[in-house]
């Protein structure tokens, strides 16, 4: 049903906008997913959207224990649009279960750290497996239950005296060197499923109308 609903739907689309979806799948990836623990300035937390968003990353788990995640559209310029967006917040602290789920879905855990155990960015190896980024709120950073849980943990190596890069600037430097990286590789690829998939959700939010379209085109 996907397959024919998808062909029916692209026959909304210009042929230039086909192609341009089209060869932006071919760059997403699920082997590398981001991980925002307790975000709350909603600057840094479009910021990194807009990043993941331009390095082909397609699933952001958004960790809410105190703060709610605000997109700021100005900052995000509609990357949210093109990503799939996971919350967590049905409990008082929502850490521990996210991580555990990423761990069942054959993630390593990976916290950004600054510290002199952390692995530098330049010797971290990709073809361990999945992986799953995890950055903490601006001010205090990853929760103890977060560091707890991480199986590695990886630094951007700095010349200066501060100690750290803003979130989203962290995010930018990390994704740009690892995902240049694997490109060279092919086990980063999504499979034709997760394609499809994603094709057909980035249809219906292109389209306008899509939903009263697609119940007419059932009826048919």
Known sequence: MDKALITYLESFLTPRRKALFQQVLQNRTRYLTVVLEDLYQPHNASAVLRTCECFGIQDIHIIENRNQYIVNPDVALGASKWLTLLKYNTKENNTADTLAFLKKKGYRLVATVPSHASISLPDFDLDKGKTALLFGTELTGLSD????????????????????????????????????????????????????????????????????????????
């Open 145 to 220: 239950t977060a560091l707890g849980m991480a199986d590695e943990s990886l630094k951007i190596p700095m010349a200066g005296f501060t100690e750290s890069f803003n979130i989203s600037v962290s995010a930018g430097i990390i994704l740009s060197h690892l995902t240049l990286k694997f490109h060279k590789k092919d086990y980063w690829r999504l499979s034709v499923k997760e394609k499809e998939k994603i094709y057909l959700e980035w249809l219906k939010k292109s389209i306008k109308s899509s939903d009263q379209i697609i119940s007419k085109w059932k009826k048919k």
